[in-house]
Nanobody, 124 residues
Framework: QVQLEESGGGLVQAGASLRLACAAS????????MGWFRQAPGKEREFVAA????????ICADSVKGRFTISRGNAKNTVFLQMNSLKPEDTAVYYC?????????????????WGQGTQVTVSS
């Protein structure tokens, strides 16, 4: 089993930056692909970014391209989401997810493990 725990959320003003972290424990080798998703009130969970095991392949949503960067720690069991130039529409609960198959994907249903989420609120 794999446990994922997010940290780093908070309340910031528009234009500010935040760095989210996701720490994996347990059978961490099972989480080959790691991703970030977010869910705003009244909306469906949406893909934000994902990264391969090696860290060499990353994908992100068009809505965050150029502002958010996903990266992986040297120990592979930590994933970061650097969020710059935050906008009020980025307000959501951000979830870390792990996938046991190496193919990188944007589909939430393809991920096997999920964290509890961390709240990000951006005020205008």
């Amino acid at each position: 089993q794999v446990q994922l725990e997010e940290s780093g959320g908070g309340l910031v003003q528009a234009g500010a930056s935040l760095r989210l972290a996701c720490a994996a424990s347990g059978r961490t080798f099972s989480s080959v692909v790691m991703g970030w998703f977010r869910q705003a009130p009244g909306k469906e969970r949406e893909f934000v970014a994902a990264i391969s095991w090696s860290g060499l392949i990353t994908i992100c949503a068009d809505s965050v391209k150029g502002r958010f960067t996903i990266s992986r720690g040297n120990a592979k069991n930590t994933v970061f989401l650097q969020m710059n130039s935050l906008k009020p529409e980025d307000t959501a609960v951000y979830y870390c997810a792990g996938r046991t198959i190496s193919t990188i994907t944007r589909q939430a249903s393809d991920y096997n493990y999920w964290g509890q989420g961390t709240q990000v609120t951006v005020s205008s």
